[in-house]
């Protein structure tokens, strides 16, 4: 398997001026030397040339060609968030009558744009457990046109068996769209079968929580369609990235190898010592993990099994009062997202999988004090698990170790 992170260091732009950065096209629209051009450029048959920046700007198509790269598609398109892009492709892909087939353990706001905002337009779909083939292939009918999942679900982590989705997609003729935001550089959907993959550029790939984003990474042909000014989702919705964004996405971007391997050796550490605390710790790197075999065989190894992880402490008031202590404590914030240089933690079932109705929460195992981890970039790990501990053991979640007394 390659290393993408050796794909994206091979990218070099000069600035318009020779500089060592890409310069940033400041404009939302551009002159043209002749009227022709112009309509050229309007058709799609113009390279090189600019229109307006909904529809492409310099800026972000020098990100869009590192994502592809990154990814391992023909071309990329970026949007001005991750549900931007998300939306986008899904209603490219379908219209009225058609149906999805996607994983019940998803992003909330993915979920409630499925169950809530899509049967508007005529979209249904069926949510099943991703990680029963059998289940999957049973929810196919012949009105569906996708089937999609995220590589590591949101927020259960949840591992899909892309190659083991691939092969159901292509026997019934229709498209596997994976959302991608937890294991960039680790897994690369494209080569495991999968035809569209997603990210929020929010979370690790910017890594600084300081702009919101997001792409979808596919063959030339879906991306052009995507942007076709007639009829394409991405052009007519308008989700489009501002061009200052996507240039501080591009230089954070040249990080995501460094980042990415120290988010995954701090979880893994934090892991493996509150699993031997006894906690219920969910990550999977762990060998417990029910798919951390299957996870083993897709990740690049460089990478490891990425930042996130969950931990339950029991009940809502538990996961409340150790997540407010360990805020106090500078261990991180509570916050949602993920991918941010400090570890941030919060209670999805009242947070980023509100959306999700409680019943529906807990059939497939999100409980109350369930604390999702984005697991930062600390330097000193054994401090900090010494201290989450302390905490721990304040609330009442952990017994004190009096092994080092």
């Not at 029963?132 to 012949?142: F, G, R, S």
């Not at 068996?161 to 294991?183: C, E, P, Q, R, Y």
């Not at 460094?258 to 934090?270: D, P, T, V």
């Amino acid at each position: 398997m390659h290393n993408p992170a050796d794909n994206i260091q091979d990218l070099q732009y000069f600035g318009e001026f020779g500089g060592v950065n890409p310069s940033i096209s400041d404009s939302s629209t551009y002159t043209f030397l002749s009227a022709k051009t112009m309509f050229d450029t309007f058709e799609g048959n113009a390279e090189g040339c600019y229109l307006y920046s909904r529809h492409s700007s310099p800026s972000n198509l020098y990100l869009d060609k590192a994502l592809a790269v990154m990814e391992g598609t023909q071309s990329a398109n970026v949007a001005a968030s991750g549900m931007g892009a998300i939306t986008s492709t899904l209603l490219q892909l379908c219209g009225n009558g058609d149906h999805v087939v996607s994983s019940r353990t998803i992003y909330g706001g993915t979920y409630a744009f499925l169950k809530n905002f899509a049967p508007r337009m005529g979209v249904a779909t069926t949510f099943v457990d991703i990680t029963k083939l059998d289940v999957v292939a049973a929810a196919i009918t012949p009105e569906t046109k996708v089937l999609y999942c995220e590589t590591v679900s949101n927020p259960l982590l949840e591992v899909a068996d892309i190659v083991g989705l691939a092969a159901i997609a292509k026997k019934h003729n229709i498209k596997l769209v994976v959302d991608n935001t937890f294991s960039p550089l680790s897994v690369a959907p494209i080569q495991l079968g999968a035809d569209i993959v997603i990210h929020s550029l929010t979370k690790y790939i910017n890594g600084s929580s300081d702009t919101v984003g997001g792409v979808t990474c596919a063959s030339r042909e879906f991306i052009d369609a995507l942007k076709n000014v007639n009829n394409g989702a991405a052009m007519l919705l308008g989700p489009t990235m501002d061009s200052l964004r996507s240039a501080s996405v591009m230089k954070n971007m040249r990080t995501l190898h460094i980042r990415m391997k120290q988010h995954s050796q701090n979880a893994q550490f934090l892991a493996e010592r509150f699993e031997k605390d006894g906690l219920k710790t969910v990550y999977p790197g762990l060998k417990s993990h029910p798919s951390h075999h299957l996870y083993k065989e897709m990740i690049n190894p460089e990478y490891g099994f990425g930042g996130m992880m969950t931990v339950d402490v029991g009940s809502l008031d538990k996961a409340n009062e150790l997540m407010e202590l360990m805020q106090q404590k500078n261990l991180g914030y509570l916050a949602v997202s993920l991918g941010f240089y400090k570890t941030l933690f919060s209670a999805p079932g009242t947070s980023t999988s509100s959306e999700i109705p409680l019943d529906e929460q807990k059939a497939m195992g999100l409980t109350d004090g369930l604390i999702r981890f984005s697991i930062g970039l600390d330097n000193d790990i054994q401090r900090t698990y010494g201290m989450m501990r302390e905490c721990m053991v304040e609330v009442g979640v952990l017994e004190k170790d009096f092994s080092n007394v």
